[in-house]
């Protein structure tokens, strides 16, 4: 099984992490993109070490995929084939992840943009009950529910969505759908749209996603 690995940043105390932030990036993007909201994170968790890994499947255009994209037929097939295929691999990861740092998954938040939301979202709702994530974080992504959503043997751990309502690469109502569904399903769902945002994070955005961050720390 193909290994992730990507940009890291030690936690800012200095001392071994108590904590980790895993960043998934967008399409055709790489790493070194989202490890750039660590230090946004970092007064709010100054313990956790932060990790980007690049996405398993290399573009020619020097960024990578986390799954393909059928631009001229059926996009959501394909984002519903593509985060399930891929999902091993980043489960494989994060328990890589928590075996080699000793950190547990509810010291864990998995954030992701655009397609690495998508895999974030749907990796961190598939885990089991045991494995509840610290929370999980998506930006301008979509939500595929994974096998046996909403039962009792699936972790339900909490969840802020940020979009932009001029979104046109993904459709913001996709976010809006996401926060119903989970929310029915018993989440624990925060929604933020940011006006007049296309396809990246606004400041209004980052901030919301900064505050959840310290609400989880809080607890």
């Known amino acids: 099984m ?38 946004h994170w970092q007064q709010a968790l100054p ?36 985060v399930t295929g891929t999902r091993p691999v980043l489960v494989d990861f994060l ?51 994974p096998e046996g959503f909403g039962g009792s043997g699936l972790a339900k751990p909490p969840i802020c969505l940020v979009h932009g309502d001029m979104d046109d690469v993904v459709d913001p109502n996709l976010s809006a759908e996401a926060n119903t569904a989970l929310g029915d399903a018993g989440y624990d769902v925060r929604f933020h749209l940011s006006r007049g945002v296309a396809h990246g994070i606004a400041p209004d955005g980052l901030a919301f996603a900064t505050s959840f961050i310290e609400g989880l720390a809080r607890k």
């Not at 020619?60 to 996009?75: E, L, N, T, V």
Request: cysteine-free; aromatic content about 8%.
């Open 47 to 82: 313990g956790a070490l932060f990790v980007s890994p690049n996405a398993p499947e290399p573009l020619g255009m020097g960024g990578y995929q986390w799954f393909a994209i059928d631009w001229s037929g059926d996009r959501l097939a394909s984002r519903q084939t593509g």
């Open 95 to 145: 328990n890589d992840l928590w075996s080699q740092t000793g950190l547990t998954p509810d010291r864990t938040i998995l954030a992701g943009f655009s397609q690495g939301a998508m895999m974030a979202l749907h990796v961190g709702t598939s885990l089991p009950a045991g494995q509840r994530l610290m929370g999980i974080i998506g930006f301008s992504g979509a939500f595929l529910p």
């Open 2 to 39: 193909t290994k992730l690995s990507g940009p890291m940043l030690p936690p800012a105390t200095g001392q071994a992490p108590d904590a980790a932030v895993v960043l998934l990036h967008g399409y055709g993007s790489d790493g070194n993109d989202l490890i750039g909201l660590a230090p």
